[in-house]
């Protein structure tokens, strides 16, 4: 059974960080590129950063570049995403995804997602 759990969302204050965690079971984990989305009350779901399985690119969404760092651990089947000096437009939920292509294009696995809230 293919599972991706995120872990480590809350609420923060602006300028505070956050690392959001994702645990991945059930595939073949270091075959898949993996990327976090977001999706705030009202608007659609954004890839915000994804890391390449195939040559550990990485991509960050303007909006969080400099501020936000994806990483992941094939040993362990974790993806992280460290978020930084955090601001009240950061606030969404936060989803893992796995997507078995060389960039993140269309996730073939979600998580159920994590709520950060900045307040200001």
């Known amino acids: 059974q293919v599972r991706l759990v995120e872990s480590g969302g809350g609420l923060v204050h602006t300028g505070d960080s956050l690392r959001l965690s994702c645990a991945a079971s059930?595939?073949?984990?270091?075959?898949?590129?993996t990327g976090w989305y977001r999706q705030a009350p009202g608007l659609e779901r954004e890839l915000i950063a994804c890391?390449?399985?195939?040559?550990?690119?990485?991509y960050y969404h303007n909006a969080v570049k400099g501020r936000f760092t994806i990483t992941r651990d094939n040993a362990k089947n974790m993806v992280y995403l460290q978020m930084d000096s955090l601001r009240p437009e950061d606030t969404a939920t936060y989803y893992c995804?796995?997507?078995?292509?060389?960039?993140?294009?269309?996730?073939?696995?979600w998580g159920q997602g994590t709520q950060v809230t900045v307040s200001s």
């Open positions: 995804a796995a997507d078995g292509r060389a960039r993140c294009e269309r996730p073939d696995y």
């Open positions: 059930g595939f073949r984990f270091h075959l898949y590129s």
């Open positions: 890391i390449s399985y195939r040559d550990r690119k990485v």
